[in-house]
């Protein structure tokens, strides 16, 4: 895909050197937006403008909306008002929202003096639900029908009306008052007589969501139901808009995107890696940093104050690293399996002492794993003393299982407190998991060996 990517973005910059605008239109118009988009990201900023130009007016506004924010800013910037008029008006509610809120204020200041009283009311509309909730990324141009239509004049107004709204394929039947009564499909419309009442044949077992619905669990619900389109209501069960499917994988992308920064300990960005600055990227990832580095200190703490044992056995210093990376590894294989676990709803709290029994079972089949082998290697390998391989056993055999169970336990409390489970995830359950793991270590020894 990348190289046919190149390929395009050469005969582009061919076509644009050569001057042959009237072939570059035709190729470009034979392009779908999201290829347009990406060529366009490529390319140098001063040929965006002309390049845009070129294009169709509505195949234009698909391919801006598919831009990253700062080519679109660029283009703005470059738009008379007619030009940025006529692509507003031809892109959907919800992605001129989404337009609003990326852009600067001077730049927002300038979409919304070129944009129609209707549709700055229907932004203002969307702009004022909470951030991440259902609110803020459906969108209000959906097909609405009434119960005692027939089947020819529902497809009469899909026809007048429906060329304005962001899908057609579900419509949503609703009463006077705009109460959510049921759906019907565009299949079911074309294969049923045209007489047929709508309230006759609609689906009255509607799934929705609230207003206030956070967004990843509807995007959720996507994936459970493989819905089109999902109706979303307010307090009243009013019917106030439609999250689409194209917006649903946006959010389930975005939401991946912040659990795996989250779970490498950096704070999340909206930008892409590479329109990402240096000292952007510094800020997301020094908070953490310093975070861990200084709860870190604990376990040099710890071994400071066993450090005069440590002196009459030495050889117990070489294991440490191996008890603590093996604890660290096993607690974040826990952590990992039960966030994905939290963020699919597949585990409840409810479920913690399941998953703890569970995880312990996991842990002593893993732990006798690695005892037995790194038994044979203390003995054949290392040629310690009994005594020590002993402990160095015995600690591993722990650490293995305090590791599995904090790691599973952790991002489950961290979800009943309304966090999110994505922080409880490797680097700092690997830092719990280390100063248990000096501790147990130094009891065994103390134990055994009498230090």
Avoid: H
């Amino acid at each position: 895909m990348a190289d046919v990517q190149t390929s395009l973005y050469q005969v582009i910059q061919s076509l644009l050197e050569s001057k042959k605008y009237s072939t570059l239109r035709d190729m470009l118009s034979t392009l779908n937006p999201v290829d347009i988009a990406a060529v366009f990201q490529d390319l140098p900023e001063l040929s965006l403008p002309l390049l845009f130009r070129l294009l169709p007016k509505e195949l234009a506004a698909d391919a801006f909306v598919e831009m990253d924010e700062d080519a679109q800013e660029l283009l703005i910037k470059g738009f008379s008002d007619r030009e940025l008029k006529d692509v507003v008006n031809e892109l959907y509610v919800d992605d001129a929202v989404d337009l609003v809120e990326e852009m600067p204020a001077s730049v927002v200041k300038r979409i919304l003096q070129q944009t129609s009283p209707d549709m700055r009311k229907m932004i203002n509309e969307i702009l004022k639900y909470p951030e991440d909730s259902a609110g803020s990324i459906m969108t209000i141009e959906y097909v609405s029908l009434r119960p005692k239509m027939t089947v020819d004049e529902a497809l009469q107004r899909i026809r007048r009306t429906g060329v304005d709204k962001e899908t057609i394929y579900t419509c949503y039947v609703t009463s006077e008052d705009r109460r959510l009564l049921g759906i019907v499909t565009a299949k079911s419309l074309l294969l049923t007589p045209g007489d047929a009442r709508i309230e006759d044949i609609m689906e009255d077992n509607v799934i929705s969501v609230n207003t206030f619905t956070d967004q990843e669990q509807v995007a959720l619900m996507f994936n459970k139901y493989g819905f089109l389109a999902l109706p979303v209501v307010d307090q009243e069960d009013r019917l106030v808009g439609i999250v689409t499917v194209d917006d649903a994988i946006d959010v389930m992308t975005e939401e991946t995107t912040e659990d795996i920064e989250k779970m490498a300990a950096i704070v999340p960005s909206d930008k892409p890696y590479l329109k990402t600055g240096i000292f952007a990227t510094y800020r997301q990832r020094i908070p953490w940093l310093l975070i861990l580095m200084i709860s870190a200190t604990f376990t040099g703490l710890i071994i400071q104050s066993f450090e005069s044992a440590l002196a009459v056995v030495p050889a117990l210093i070489a294991f440490i690293p191996m008890l603590m990376d093996s604890g660290g590894n096993s607690g974040s294989q826990a952590s990992v399996t039960v966030i994905r676990g939290l963020s699919l709803n597949e585990i409840e709290f409810s479920d913690l002492p399941r998953v703890l029994w569970k995880e312990f079972r996991v842990a002593i089949l893993c732990s006798a794993t690695l005892v037995a082998a790194n038994f044979v290697k203390l003995l054949l390998i290392d040629r310690v003393s009994l005594q020590v391989d002993l402990v160095v056993c015995l600690t591993l055999f722990c650490v293995i299982i305090i590791a599995k169970l904090v790691g599973c336990s952790l991002p489950m409390f961290a979800k009943k407190l309304k966090l999110d489970p994505a922080v409880m995830a490797s680097p700092f359950i690997t830092t719990i998991v280390d100063a248990l793991a000096l501790l147990t270590y130094f009891a065994i020894a103390a134990t055994i060996i009498g230090l």
